[in-house]
């Protein structure tokens, strides 16, 4: 697993970030709070159980740092061990103490091409098809793969978010986007360009996940009916 980060970026981390590093998960529900960070290190992102950080010195890797307590480093780690090298994943570089170092990944991702009104080439998408069956053919199974976690660099897909492809669910995320984008973004918004509201991207969210989540209820309830005729 691991590829030999620079010996001075592991010092720094080791040194100055761990010790130095204030965050704060109250709600598993909710991002992770960085109340501190030591210079030079800069924050890139935060998820519900870890944040991701970066040191100007060293920009083509980041660091992802899970919470204490937080779950998901030991499957996340084996996920990265499965998948080996692909160009539309990321790759573990360094793999210790709650901690992963990893090759960054550039980008836009697809929600945020759709507010900055970027085209999106199908090829991004044929990207992503392959990146996905390629996993399953490494024993994964691809988890909560959705408009923030995929991207678009130089009119290539990549995958961001690994963490969830050991989970043995059905997820439709990816196939109900790929409807979207054949049946609604090609025909229609991609020849307009527009650029859609933040505001309503996280209307269509929320309305997505409740609609989900209703399919999901209808689901359950004809099973147990079925069940109890049987």
């Known amino acids: 697993m691991d590829k030999s980060p620079p010996t001075q970026m592991l010092e720094s981390i080791y040194q100055e970030l761990l010790p130095k590093l204030q965050i704060e998960s109250i709600n598993p ?9 030591p210079a030079p290190w800069q924050p890139l992102g935060a ?32 996920v990265y061990r499965r998948l080996g090298y692909h160009p539309a ?18 980008g836009t991702t697809l929600y945020d091409c759709m507010h900055l009104g970027l085209p999106i080439p199908q090829q991004v998408i044929l990207d992503i098809d392959e990146a996905l069956k390629y996993a399953e053919s490494r ?25 969830d492809f050991l989970h043995i669910e059905n997820c439709s995320k990816w196939n109900d986007l790929k409807k979207a984008y054949y049946w609604l973004y090609r ?25 989900t ?18």
């Open 89 to 106: 994943f990321s790759e573990c570089l360094y793999a210790r103490d709650d901690f992963l170092i990893l090759k960054r990944l550039y």
């Open 139 to 163: 024993g994964l199974h691809p988890q909560d793969v959705h408009g923030r976690n995929v991207m678009m660099y130089q009119n290539r897909g990549l995958v961001v978010d690994i963490s």
């Open 47 to 78: 998820g519900n159980y870890a944040v991701v950080v970066y040191h100007p010195d060293y920009p083509d890797c980041v660091v992802k740092i899970y919470a204490p307590g937080r779950p998901g480093y030991d499957e996340e780690v084996e």
């Open 29 to 37: 529900r909710n991002p992770i709070k960085i109340s501190h960070i």
């Open 213 to 230: 989540a209703l399919k999901n209820s209808v689901y359950l309830l004809i099973r147990k009916l079925l069940r109890l005729r049987s």
């Open 187 to 211: 025909p229609l918004l991609s020849p307009l360009r527009l650029r859609v509201p933040y505001s309503t991207l996280d209307m269509v969210r929320k309305f997505y996940r409740i609609a």
